[in-house]
């Protein structure tokens, strides 16, 4: 428990709460969450939850938690916890029913689908305020043109496709979402029966025509012109989650929207 320094005589002291009396969010009458904090009951130590109530299909949006870590607890209902291990790169998914619980490190990015209906949550945090960064702020507010530019998109289907997402989501979709989709059957894709036959047909029939005429012909031709000659070769590696990123696979030259930054040279190199 946090060090606390308030004095538990005084008739201000807490030890009980309503959490229907302080609402996070309400997307409607199946799908809410109410909060409890420090701010709510004033002798929690370094504790905190969210209460989350879901019907079949909808998601606690991708977000993370800068400054705690979250263990799920399924009361009712099925959920699958998702989350990216920012150590080994990979998508992880963990399916809960009543009892089980799923735990989420401090800042890793994270959401929870709901699959089945009536699905109800406990979110319990180690701090005495739980603080977040959502996925649909992060999309809403990175400019467009950074966005199209960094992972080399059309910058008119990058504004199109993120019009929609005006606010902060939380709970997703939208209810005035217009365009609606099934949620899908397998809320894992990485496990299941449909790996082979979405991996497949892409795979194997197109694989010499699609490459081979665009290999022989011209190499050179749609690689060079876009590397200056006085710019050296990559070989620094951008840090990226414990591992090496390298910057070519953000900026191909080949890429249709790539564009080359300008080079700045100091005084000596221009004399």
């Not at 009361?75 to 963990?94: D, R």
């Not at 059309?154 to 209810?175: F, N, R, W």
Request: aromatic share 8%.
């Amino acid at each position: 428990m946090a060090t606390s320094y308030m004095d538990y005589t005084l008739p201000t002291t807490q030890f009980t709460y309503d959490l229907s009396k302080n609402p996070l969010f309400k997307k409607d009458e199946y799908n809410y969450i109410n909060a409890l904090s420090v701010n709510q009951l004033n002798t929690l130590g370094n504790t905190s939850l969210l209460d989350i109530f879901l019907s079949k299909g909808n998601v606690v949006e991708p977000h993370i938690h800068q400054n705690a870590t979250e263990l799920v607890y399924c009361i009712s209902g099925e959920a699958v916890v998702s989350l990216i291990n920012p150590f080994t790169n990979q998508l992880l998914h963990f399916q809960i029913t009543p009892g089980q619980t799923a735990n989420v490190p401090q800042g890793w990015w994270h959401y929870e689908v709901a699959t089945a209906d009536q699905t109800h949550l406990l979110a319990i945090f180690d701090a005495p305020v739980p603080e977040a960064i959502f996925g649909s702020d992060i999309l809403r507010l990175t400019p467009a043109n950074v966005l199209a530019h960094t992972y080399c998109l059309d910058e008119q289907k990058v504004q199109e496709a993120l019009a929609p997402i005006q606010k902060t989501v939380i709970i997703g979709p939208p209810a005035d979402c217009k365009t609606q989709t099934a949620p899908a059957s397998n809320p894992m894709p990485n496990v299941g029966p449909n790996i082979q036959p979405n991996v497949q047909p892409n795979t194997q029939p197109n694989v010499l025509p699609n490459i081979q005429p665009n290999m022989q012909p011209n190499p050179q031709p749609n690689v060079q012109p876009n590397i200056a000659p006085h710019v050296p070769p990559y070989v620094n590696r951008l840090p990226y989650w414990g591992t090496w990123v390298d910057p070519r696979i953000i900026h191909e030259p080949g890429c249709p929207y790539y564009t080359e930054l300008p080079v700045q040279q100091n005084s000596e190199e221009k004399a």
